[in-house]
């Protein structure tokens, strides 16, 4: 038998499948027209009995199917499923809480594995987020550290040693305009948020240290 001969035989019994799937269709929906309400729900009840009985065959069916469908025309499916995921937020919002719930240990697992095996990577996204926070680039943040001559803006210490997160300066910002003031070192930053970025409460700190220096310094020269 020569190809041409394989060829017609294959598009024979192709055109027979689709025309036997078509007769067989059509035949299910009429007799589903005519049933009574009694026929329709004992073949309701042996459908959800076969589901029962075969549900992973059904599943491995069912993924087998979607992949096919999927590697058939890829961005059609994108599509379709983005569209789902707009239409329904509160849904994709409850489906992924399901699943982080339910595979919590699993996906902090996998998180901490990519984590060892890309530390660099890791830091480098973890620092591009927080400058984004405050709409700064990484070219942006050293400008403006330069424009510091690489000091805190407030004790004047030099940045900490590259490599080390919890060294870097702290962005510092007006909590109500979100405006970026400058860049401080840890203490300095947690300083002015202890103080509520309130100037009257700092300058009253400078000047009860004032005193109290001054103070200890009038008692060693009366002790004197």
Not at 32 to 51: G, I
Not at 65 to 78: L, N, V
Not at 204 to 220: M, N
Request: aromatic share 8%; with cysteine.
């Amino acid at each position: 038998m020569d190809e041409r001969e394989r060829s017609r035989q294959r598009r024979q019994t192709e055109a027979y499948k689709t025309y036997h799937r078509e007769y067989g269709r059509a035949r299910y929906h009429a007799k589903k027209s005519e049933e009574t309400p009694e026929q329709r729900e004992a073949r309701l009840e042996y459908q959800r009995q076969y589901r029962e009985r075969n549900r992973e065959a059904l599943a491995v069916k069912r993924r087998d199917r979607q992949k096919r469908e999927y590697r058939a025309d890829p961005e059609k499916h994108k599509a379709r499923a983005q569209r789902w995921k707009d239409q329904n937020p509160e849904r994709v919002r409850e489906l992924q809480h399901r699943y982080q719930e339910a595979n919590r240990e699993r996906i902090n697992q996998r998180s901490r594995d990519w984590y060892a095996a890309n530390k660099e990577r890791a830091s480098a996204q973890n620092r591009h987020r927080r400058l984004a926070r405050y709409g700064l680039t990484e070219e942006e943040y050293r400008v403006l550290l330069e424009s510091q001559a690489g000091r805190c803006a407030i004790c004047g210490s030099p940045e900490a040693v590259r490599g080390k997160p919890e060294a870097r300066f702290r962005v510092d910002h007006d909590h109500k305009t979100g405006a970026v003031r400058g860049l401080l070192c840890l203490n300095c930053n947690s300083g002015l948020g202890q103080f509520g970025d309130d100037p009257g409460l700092l300058i009253a700190a400078a000047d009860y240290l004032t005193s109290l220096s001054s103070g200890a310094t009038s008692t060693r020269s009366s002790a004197a």
